[in-house]
């Protein structure tokens, strides 16, 4: 047996990671199963309201990697926790508390795939003598001949479509990356679990961020802060129209989000939404619902995946946030080669700076980058 | 293992961790599970028997401590008895010296009594792992009540200065407690002219079974038990005493005290030490725990720490694993994830070169045949891990 055929399975704990783990063990492949170790779930817990004990279903809690432990036992595979918390810190904590307080709406998980995930994965597993790394991700990764390139496409199961996350891997990375779960439907993983034996085939998916306990952004930042020995940037301002009209003052940026309609502080006969946050002059633009669609977008630090980069005008899918449905756009070349501008068909709802937009040709996807 | 993965032969260097039984340990405990089970506390011949097997097990305890039969309370490990002198003995107001190199059992529970009101000194020890008994000496306070020190570092191996110590200790009229869980077995003890007042220890570093040790008391040493119920171990520790593990205790003490005297321990010297020159060998390694001169200190004959210049230690830990070889580095925190090794961060490395560094802990029963596998290994996961690895070039704390 060479070393070129061992694969590192990323392990969280849940039914996705330990079922792709299981397939290709009961598959004859030879397996080890790792954990990241992200973010230390005690750290911040009991401050400012988080949490005093972190709940299942979140990466790195104990529960979690007791399951994944268990799981890999009863495979028959070698486990392992790998320490990733200073760089999960540098490269997703710290750039998502940044990003908030500059009045965008970062994601985090698509920052941690992007630079951390499968980068470190990569190395850890390469630096362990494995050559490939499998992910419980619902995405399909093929090699196209024809255009001598790897191809991310939507899973089977658009219900749990996560390619929206994966838009920054590169050429190398998909190279040596297996989805084992792509053309599987969730209910179908679940039965693969059951058919393997694994106890936590009823398991309930997580949905939070990993280390953001209850989902409360602002408990985060307050607590994240303060350990720091940071304050909080003071960045409140003026709450005006889209004409100029001031209507009040704001608390600071980092309490809204575009498209938010809830907690804006001002009374209105009708219902107001988050236009624009200015992080430079504080300044919030709130308006009608009818205000928030938008023509176009602009997106830059692109990974391109199904092309080596836009030489001319596109007609591509453009999806803006995860719960999003893809809506037709014409996708432009800019002056910064990884810089486009995407313009849609019919406006749309809500564009966000800091969310990512992701480009969809049928079900490849062509490339991705973040709003500005 | 069913996908091959495990290679069959393995070597074993992780013997600070913990050490399998003796062939005889596990053969003197043997009729102390089904034949002779008795509670040594109960008044018939089955217990009788089993009391019979604790009072031998204590006079061999006895000789390994240099101290009185009397003197010595079974437990159920080191982390047993490391709580015990420390929250046995000290109250709000008293003041505690240790050091900041002490195995997690000291510090954690130093930590918690702090939180209770009492007053703390961590001692750092110098760059080589050493403690300098002067700075025992400068933190003595009018109220200094215990000072605890380990006679071996688990890490590095580094043998502290244990008499000085108690030297110190007696002149300020405090206790002393001196962790022994690594030192016991490996270097002789001597109860009285260490002067210490406590003594832990742990079976399964010394090839005895989990979940036993054994501490000594010095007679008159006001030291509250944690446990509290029947008055067994002249009420110093309740509970039914572990009559199997106690008595393999005894056995793996005794076999621990003929290696002090067959020159067993030379001969791991000498493999440790043959061991530690190859894989200093490569380029970008060096040893920790040195002197000004560069050699090490005195320590442990089959300890050795050393780091690997971009290497990550975890990954190394577990390509070694892979190749069947079992070493550690640092210290694993809640999850299994490594931590840096605070003993290594202590002596001053920074945490690159603490994360970058390994531990091999020789058992006393390791062969040439180890060694020569060993230095076949790390070599070639070395460069490998060096080849994929940029390691962030030191960016990552």
Same mark, same amino acid.
Not at chain 1, 61 to 69: F, G, K, N, Q, T
Not at chain 2, 1 to 12: E, K
Not at chain 2, 230 to 243: L, P, Y
């Given at each position: 047996m ?24 009961h ?10 170790q ?7 817990a009991?401050?400012h309201?988080?949490?005093?004990a ?13 399951d ?6 009863q495979l028959?595979?070698?486990?392992y ?7 999960f ?22 920052l941690?795939?992007n630079h ?12 362990i ?7 419980g991700?619902?995405a399909i ?5 024809e255009?001598?390139?790897w ?14 996350f994966?838009?920054?891997?590169t050429?190398?990375? !998909? #190279?040596?990356?297996?989805f *084992?779960?792509?053309?599987?439907? +969730?209910?179908?993983v &679940?039965? =693969?679990?059951?058919?393997h034996?694994?106890?936590l085939?009823?398991?309930?998916d ?15 930042l ?5 350990e720091?020995?940071e304050?909080?940037p003071?960045?409140d301002?003026?709450l ?7 209507l ?10 575009v ?15 988050v ?24 997106a830059?630090?692109l990974?391109?995946?199904s !092309? #080596?980069g836009?030489e001319? *005008?596109?007609?591509?899918?453009? +999806?803006?946030?995860? &719960?999003? =449905?893809p ?5 432009e070349?800019d002056?910064?080669?990884d ?14 700076p ?14 991705g980058?973040?709003i500005? | 293992m ?8 393995r ?30 506390s ?11 097997a ?12 240099q ?26 107001g ?10 997690s ?9 702090a ?17 300098d ?7 003595i306070?009018?109220?200094?009540r215990l ?8 890490e ?7 008499e000085?110590i ?5 002149e300020?009229?405090?206790?002393f ?7 016991a ?14 003594l ?15 501490m000594?008391?010095?007679r ?7 446990l ?10 309740a509970?039914?005493e ?11 003490a005794?076999?621990a ?5 067959d ?17 200093l060998?490569l380029?970008g390694?060096g ?16 300890t ?10 975890e ?6 694993d ?15 994830a ?6 290594l961060?202590?002596?001053g490395?920074d945490?690159?070169r603490?994360?970058?560094s ?6 006393k029963?390791?062969t040439?045949a ?21 390691v ?5 704390g």
């Amino acid at each position: 047996m060479t070393e070129r055929e061992t694969i590192a399975v990323a392990m969280s704990g849940g039914v996705d990671s330990s079922t792709a783990a299981a397939m290709l063990a009961h598959a004859g492949e030879t397996v080890v199963g790792l954990t990241l170790q992200l973010w230390d779930q005690t750290r911040l817990a009991g401050k400012h309201g988080i949490p005093d004990a972190p709940k299942a279903g979140r990466c790195c809690s104990l529960d979690d990697v007791y399951d994944a432990r268990r799981v890999a036992h009863q495979l028959g595979i070698p486990y392992y926790v790998v320490n990733q918390e200073a760089r999960f810190e540098q490269d997703v904590v710290r750039p998502f508390v940044s990003e908030y307080l500059a009045g965008r709406t970062p994601i985090p998980c698509s920052l941690c795939n992007n630079h951390l995930k499968f980068d470190q994965l990569l190395q850890t597993a390469r630096s362990i003598g494995a050559s490939r790394i499998a992910t419980g991700h619902y995405a399909i990764n093929e090699y196209d001949e024809e255009r001598g390139r790897w191809i991310l496409k939507r899973p089977a199961d658009l219900a749990k479509d996560q390619t929206y996350f994966l838009f920054g891997l590169t050429q190398a990375q !998909l #190279a040596h990356t297996l989805f *084992p779960l792509g053309r599987l439907t +969730k209910p179908e993983v &679940r039965e =693969e679990a059951r058919r393997h034996g694994l106890a936590l085939a009823e398991k309930p998916d997580s949905q939070e961020i990993c280390f953001i306990p209850g989902g409360d952004y602002k408990q985060f930042l307050t607590a994240y802060l303060e350990e720091q020995g940071e304050t909080m940037p003071e960045t409140d301002g003026e709450l005006v129209t889209s004409t100029g009209e001031v209507l009040g003052r704001h608390e600071g940026v980092s309490n809204f989000t575009v498209g938010q309609r809830k907690g804006l502080g001002v009374a209105s006969p009708t219902p107001l939404y988050v236009l624009q946050i200015d992080s430079a002059s504080h300044r919030v633009t709130v308006g009608a619902d009818a205000e928030l669609a938008t023509k176009t977008l602009r997106a830059d630090r692109l990974n391109w995946i199904s !092309l #080596a980069g836009l030489e001319r *005008p596109m007609r591509v899918k453009v +999806k803006i946030r995860h &719960r999003h =449905e893809p809506a037709w756009a014409t996708l432009e070349p800019d002056s910064r080669p990884d810089a486009a501008t995407a313009t849609f068909d019919e406006p749309q709802r809500a564009v966000t700076p800091g969310q990512s937009a992701v480009f969809y040709d049928g079900d490849e996807v062509v490339g991705g980058g973040w709003i500005v | 293992m069913q996908n091959g993965l495990q290679p069959t032969a393995r070597v074993y260097m992780d013997a600070n961790a913990t050490t399998p039984l003796l062939p005889e340990v596990v053969e003197a405990m043997h009729p102390y599970w089904m034949e002779f089970f008795g509670n040594a506390s109960s008044i018939h011949l089955d217990g009788q028997r089993a009391r019979t097997a604790v009072d031998h097990a204590r006079e061999v305890l006895a000789e390994l401590f240099q101290c009185h039969e009397a003197e010595v309370v079974f437990n159920s490990g080191g982390t047993e008895g490391d709580n015990t002198a420390l929250v046995g003995l000290l109250r709000r107001g008293d003041h505690l010296i240790t050091t900041s190199i002490e195995h997690s059992a000291v510090l954690q529970t130093a930590h918690r009594l702090a939180d209770r009101g009492v007053e703390v000194t961590f001692v750092d020890p110098l760059p080589s792992g050493l403690m300098d008994p002067a700075t025992i000496r400068q933190a003595i306070r009018p109220h200094t009540r215990l000072i605890s020190v380990m006679l071996a570092n688990n890490e590095t191996g580094v043998l502290q200065p244990v008499e000085e110590i108690g030297r110190i200790a007696a002149e300020a009229g405090a206790f002393f407690h001196i962790d022994a869980v690594q030192g016991a077995g490996k270097v002789p003890l001597d109860v009285r002219r260490i002067g210490c007042h406590l003594l832990s220890i742990s079976a399964h570093k010394m090839h005895g079974p989990k979940g036993v040790g054994a501490m000594f008391v010095r007679r008159g040493t006001p030291v509250e038990s944690l446990l509290v119920g029947g008055s067994h171990e002249r009420r110093r520790r309740a509970g039914t005493e572990n009559v199997p593990g106690i008595v393999g205790l005894g056995k793996a003490a005794e076999l621990a005290m003929r290696s002090l005297e067959d020159g067993a321990w030379d001969r791991v010297a000498a493999l440790r030490d043959r061991l530690e020159t190859g894989l200093l060998r490569l380029h970008g390694t060096g040893l920790n725990g040195t002197g000004g001169d560069g050699k090490p200190v005195a320590r442990a004959a089959n300890t050795t720490n050393l780091w690997f210049d971009q290497v990550e230690g975890e990954a190394l830990v577990i390509a070694l694993d892979l190749k069947g070889v079992a070493v550690s580095g640092g210290s694993a925190c809640h999850s299994g994830a490594t931590e840096p090794s605070h003993v290594l961060l202590a002596m001053g490395l920074d945490k690159t070169r603490a994360r970058a560094s390994l531990r091999f802990s020789l058992l006393k029963t390791a062969t040439d045949a180890d060694v020569d596998h060993v230095l076949r290994v790390v070599p070639e996961a070395v460069e490998k891990l060096r080849a994929v690895s940029p390691v962030a070039a030191g960016t990552l704390g």
